[in-house]
């Protein structure tokens, strides 16, 4: 782990290497900054509990698509917070401060309306109490840790003063420049988050002020992710207890992450959030309100499947390959095309080098053969590693792969081993992104498995290494 030091360098660097490049163009801003609301909005309430999934998330913010089964609580949720990211703008480009009332009209559209939620009593005894929307707690807000133990914030009472002197700290930090603009955020965070001024919606307000702060200086967001939550409410204890480098450490590795995703982004390269290899479950199929009509297989279907949904997923799956291939001598993508005609079928095979690869190398029929690419019945896209050159004088191949099948009035995609998925679609669907990421991230784990597996063999049996 980076200095703070060092690491406040990496981050003036990459904000000059940004900063060169202004200004940027409108269009890709807008469809950059675009990604990181999304990010931004489904973590930030998918770390206080919001049950719908990054998919659905996507889904109702950009379609106005609300997910089966899901609260509609968690839905305004993120309608709440898709407007406070609009607000917010509006203040940035205003380069208007932060007062006080920006704060609580920030929280008014955050919340959208009042509600009921439970609460404890000071002495922890289970109770409710009405969220009130851009005004401060008028009950304690105190919350149980995980250890039982009371974890107690300002009492309504002091809350205005202690918000009255984090607003004047703020301004009187960002006018010095004393510390790192960072550092500013940082520490606003966890002021805010040890008042916890209002009723609900503290941790959301924190992370929307802190970007803000960021953001009118010209850094892009930061998003701290769900997988990170536990890490990220240690910072917050460790910065209760005194120490608040933990959060400024995690806040400024952040920063530096979002500068370097946002300055790819806006030089026109496809930017992808950070993220583990990690087993999630698919996004369900969203029921439509009304049934759509199928539009039967024709080449002009087939040629659009491939391009929005085969292509996609293959280049995901060839992103998340390409740091493996070093392993390997050889490392390719495969095809077999099985077309099927009324006298005859025949599977046409073909191959090429992985890293120059930005499509599956599908070989189509010759126009003089009896059938044509309109003929297709499946299609499987493999990857193949051979000659693992970690294992001294004995070596492996893995492979792994994914097929397609077209049927008249849909095609499903899917991989032949116990306990997977079949995603099936209609032509004029494409699949979603949560169905690409999973089908890749499973392709992706049997190459290692297979990897590890046969590493661990050679090693048991006393292969030279």
């Given at each position: 782990?980076?200095?703070?030091?060092?690491?406040?360098?990496?981050?003036?660097?990459?904000?000059?290497?940004?900063?060169?490049?202004?200004?940027?163009?409108?269009?890709?801003e807008q469809r950059v900054l675009q990604k990181f609301r999304l990010w931004w909005t489904y973590h930030s309430n998918a770390?206080?509990?919001?049950?719908?999934?990054?998919?659905?998330?996507?889904?109702?913010?950009?379609?106005?698509?609300?997910?089966?089964?899901?609260?509609?609580?968690?839905?305004?949720?993120?309608?709440?917070?898709?407007?406070?990211?609009?607000?917010?703008?509006?203040?940035?480009?205003?380069?208007?401060?932060?007062?006080?009332?920006?704060?609580?009209?920030?929280?008014?559209?955050?919340?959208?309306?009042?509600?009921?939620?439970?609460?404890?009593?000071?002495?922890?005894?289970?109770?409710?109490?009405?969220?009130?929307?851009?005004?401060?707690?008028?009950?304690?807000?105190?919350?149980?840790?995980?250890?039982?133990?009371?974890?107690?914030?300002?009492?309504?009472?002091?809350?205005?003063?202690?918000?009255?002197?984090?607003?004047?700290?703020?301004?009187?930090?960002?006018?010095?420049?004393?510390?790192?603009?960072?550092?500013?955020?940082?520490?606003?965070?966890?002021?805010?988050?040890?008042?916890?001024?209002?009723?609900?919606?503290?941790?959301?307000?924190?992370?929307?002020?802190?970007?803000?702060?960021?953001?009118?200086?010209?850094?892009?967001?930061?998003?701290?992710?769900?997988?990170?939550?536990?890490?990220?409410?240690?910072?917050?204890?460790?910065?209760?207890?005194?120490?608040?480098?933990?959060?400024?450490?995690?806040?400024?590795?952040?920063?530096?992450?979002?500068?370097?995703?946002?300055?790819?982004?806006?030089?026109?390269?496809?930017?992808?959030?950070?993220?583990?290899?990690?087993?999630?479950?698919?996004?369900?199929?969203?029921?439509?309100?009304?049934?759509?009509?199928?539009?039967?297989?024709?080449?002009?279907?087939?040629?659009?499947?491939?391009?929005?949904?085969?292509?996609?997923?293959?280049?995901?799956?060839?992103?998340?390959?390409?740091?493996?291939?070093?392993?390997?001598?050889?490392?390719?993508?495969?095809?077999?095309?099985?077309?099927?005609?009324?006298?005859?079928?025949?599977?046409?095979?073909?191959?090429?080098?992985?890293?120059?690869?930005?499509?599956?190398?599908?070989?189509?029929?010759?126009?003089?053969?009896?059938?044509?690419?309109?003929?297709?019945?499946?299609?499987?896209?493999?990857?193949?590693?051979?000659?693992?050159?970690?294992?001294?004088?004995?070596?492996?191949?893995?492979?792994?792969?994914?097929?397609?099948?077209?049927?008249?009035?849909?095609?499903?995609?899917?991989?032949?081993?116990?306990?997977?998925?079949?995603?099936?679609?209609?032509?004029?669907?494409?699949?979603?992104?949560?169905?690409?990421?999973?089908?890749?991230?499973?392709?992706?784990?049997?190459?290692?498995?297979?990897?590890?597996?046969?590493?661990?063999?050679?090693?048991?049996?006393?292969?030279?290494?």
């Open positions: 782990m980076a200095g703070l030091p060092s690491l406040f360098q990496e981050i003036d660097k990459l904000k000059g290497e940004l900063d060169a490049l202004r200004p940027f163009d409108r269009e890709v770390i206080e509990g919001n049950k719908l999934t990054q998919g659905e998330t996507e889904m109702f913010l950009m379609e106005g698509l609300t997910a089966k089964g899901k609260p509609l609580k968690d839905h305004l949720d993120l309608k709440g917070h898709s407007d406070a990211i609009n607000y917010l703008l509006q203040l940035v480009r205003n380069k208007e401060p932060i007062t006080e009332v920006v704060i609580r009209e920030m929280h008014r559209v955050l919340l959208v309306e009042p509600y009921n939620v439970p609460a404890l009593t000071p002495d922890g005894q289970p109770t409710s109490k009405t969220v009130s929307i851009g005004e401060y707690k008028t009950q304690p807000n105190h919350v149980r840790t995980p250890t039982g133990e009371m974890h107690y914030y300002s009492t309504p009472l002091e809350t205005p003063a202690n918000m009255r002197e984090l607003v004047t700290w703020e301004r009187e930090a960002s006018e010095k420049r004393a510390i790192h603009v960072v550092e500013i955020a940082a520490y606003f965070h966890h002021r805010f988050t040890a008042i916890h001024p209002f009723d609900d919606g503290n941790g959301r307000m924190a992370r929307l002020l802190m970007n803000l702060l960021l953001m009118r200086e010209g850094y892009p967001p930061v998003v701290i992710r769900n997988g990170e939550r536990d890490a990220y409410l240690y910072a917050l204890r460790q910065a209760d207890a005194g120490n608040a480098n933990e959060l400024i450490q995690l806040v400024a590795e952040h920063v530096r992450d979002s500068l370097d995703l946002f300055t790819k982004g806006v030089k026109g390269e496809d930017i992808h959030e950070p993220t583990d290899l990690e087993k999630e479950i698919a996004l369900l199929k969203m029921e439509l309100s009304a049934v759509e009509e199928a539009e039967p297989f024709s080449i002009k279907a087939l040629d659009e499947v491939m391009e929005t949904s085969i292509v996609p997923l293959f280049l995901e799956i060839k992103r998340m390959l390409l740091p493996i291939s070093e392993w390997f001598v050889n490392a390719e993508v495969t095809t077999k095309s099985t077309y099927r005609s009324t006298y005859h079928s025949e599977t046409l095979e073909a191959s090429t080098d992985l890293s120059e690869a930005t499509s599956p190398p599908v070989k189509w029929p010759m126009f003089n053969r009896e059938y044509g690419k309109g003929d297709i019945e499946s299609l499987t896209v493999g990857f193949v590693f051979k000659n693992f050159r970690r294992s001294g004088l004995e070596t492996f191949d893995v492979s792994a792969s994914f097929h397609v099948h077209f049927e008249r009035l849909k095609y499903s995609v899917q991989r032949f081993r116990p306990n997977q998925p079949v995603w099936q679609h209609l032509y004029q669907e494409k699949l979603t992104k949560d169905e690409i990421g999973e089908m890749a991230r499973a392709v992706v784990r049997e190459i290692v498995d297979e990897v590890k597996s046969k590493n661990e063999r050679l090693t048991k049996n006393g292969g030279k290494r």
